[in-house]
């Protein structure tokens, strides 16, 4: 298969390089993280009018129809950078959401309002009982004449302080683990019984514990179809964790090539450290890890954009994960191991790289949940696939790999 970039695929590379390059030196940064909100809105803006967030929707609905392999490539980019604003909560989760459960004019009307970067989303399901488990869904929608009235609490909303409109799992029926009867659900900000704990999480973003106490909303704001909402929300998932890993990848190309860069200009006895024979064993280790998590993003990618069934597009998010989470780690320690105590210091970008990365890994499920999620999605040959010491996928004998 071959994975080169399409020349219109190639300038928006080339664009949001530069956007990197120009805004996101390490000063910027910083002070970015310093302000209020903890992104800028002058940036989303330039996104918006850049066409980055509407760039994987399809044109009739205010999108320019692009893919999952053009978010693949801002993601990545936004990696490299560090950057801050909330592409991944408000465009991937929230507009995913809109895009494949949206049934209403109104429902159309956001995501447009979200393409043009005038309205914020993002993405409300983990719960203080749930651990990533997306079907185990607490908070309670019930009747109430026309309306629906929401009673619980979501934990680590990302950017839910700036965030003009929230998706939210619910459970309109059934036992909090049952399948059936969980509806995502729009609820606007400023909506009355809605109270926010807002923090800064380690990698200097920003997210909130929602509680939600009798809060009214429309049932017109569903998604999709009330009481059936868990497809829709694996499908949102799924296309967040293509674009985490992603972000990962580009994360972890940075600190590989700034880690080589330190071999060869740090000196002891004499040399370059990098003339040590174990340490240039470190750096390809490094290097091999990558590869691997950017082979299987593209792979986790394809699954998305080839539209492949529930079952085999969860076993290859799933996988994809795993696999990132886990080259991720080994990238991320050998950088502040190689680096020494420099890797540690506030002041240098590596140990900001490793935050994000450790974020990352976390997010939308750790590496527990998503091998028995993969494992679940093929019960005929989870007994001959296995992860070996390293993080990568391997078959018993006899057995055939994904």
Known sequence: ??????????????????????????????????????????????????????????????????????????????????????FVPSVVLGGSALAYGGTSQAHHDLLEAMIGGEKLLTFAYAEERSRYDYGLVETEARAAGGDLLITGKKLAVPFAAAADTYVVTVRTGGEKRDPGGISVVLVDRDTPGITRHDYRTVDDRRASTITFDGVRVPRANALGEPGAG????????????????????GNASVLLRRTVEYLKTRKQFGVPIGSFQALQHRAVDMLIQVELARSITYYGTMALVEDASPAERMKALSATKVQVARSSRVVGESAIQLHGGIGMSEEYAIGHYFKRLSMIELELGDVDFHLTRYLAQSPASSANVTPSENGIFEPEAGAVAF
């Open 1 to 86: 298969m071959d994975f080169a970039l399409s020349s219109d695929q190639n300038l928006i590379k080339d664009s949001v390089d530069r956007f990197v390059a120009d805004n996101y030196a390490q000063s910027q940064r910083a002070a970015i993280v310093a302000s209020d909100e903890g992104f800028s809105r002058e940036h989303w803006a330039q996104f918006a009018s850049l066409g980055w967030l509407g760039i994987a929707f399809p044109e009739d609905r205010g999108g320019f129809g692009g893919s999952a392999v053009e978010t693949m490539i801002l993601a990545e980019a936004f990696g490299r950078g560090l950057v801050l604003e909330p």
């Open 230 to 249: 868990l497809p829709l929300v694996e499908r949102i998932v799924d296309a967040g964790l293509g674009a985490l890993a992603a972000e990962a990848v």
